[in-house]
């Protein structure tokens, strides 16, 4: 029974860094073939993947924002983040943080999205 629930500012200023975290009860993040993801949706964009952090720490993002995206992990509170950096007005979105197990059947868990408006 695995939940997610993101916190952080709702409001960032411009040129400042966005900071999340997820946190996930119900589940280990270090379970074997687990992924950890950070997901934001626009209505001009979608959904959009940012990146994810395995099971094993490794991490992987998307390569239009990689240069300012850092996702990193507490195994000891079983918490993941995302530090989104020199951010603008069009990183407003509403932000989500997902886990997917890939062992045997899919499933995926979603968190309960959390709105982030960049404004000054």
């Known amino acids: 029974q695995v939940q997610l629930r993101e916190s952080g500012p709702g409001l960032v200023k411009p040129s400042q860094t966005l900071s999340l975290i997820c946190t996930v009860s119900?589940?280990?993040?270090?379970?074997?073939?687990?992924?950890w993801s950070w997901i934001r949706q626009s209505p001009g964009k979608g959904l959009e993947w940012m990146g994810d952090?395995?099971?094993?720490?490794?991490?992987y993002y998307r390569p239009s924002l990689k240069s300012r995206t850092s996702i990193s992990r507490d195994t000891s509170k079983n918490q993941f983040a995302l530090q989104l950096s020199s951010v603008t007005p069009e990183d407003t979105d509403v932000y989500y943080c997902m886990g997917s197990d890939t062992d045997y059947l899919p499933r995926d868990f979603w968190g309960q999205g959390t709105q982030v408006t960049v404004s000054s």
């Open positions: 952090i395995a099971y094993s720490g490794s991490t």
């Open positions: 119900g589940g280990s993040i270090t379970t074997a073939y687990y992924y």
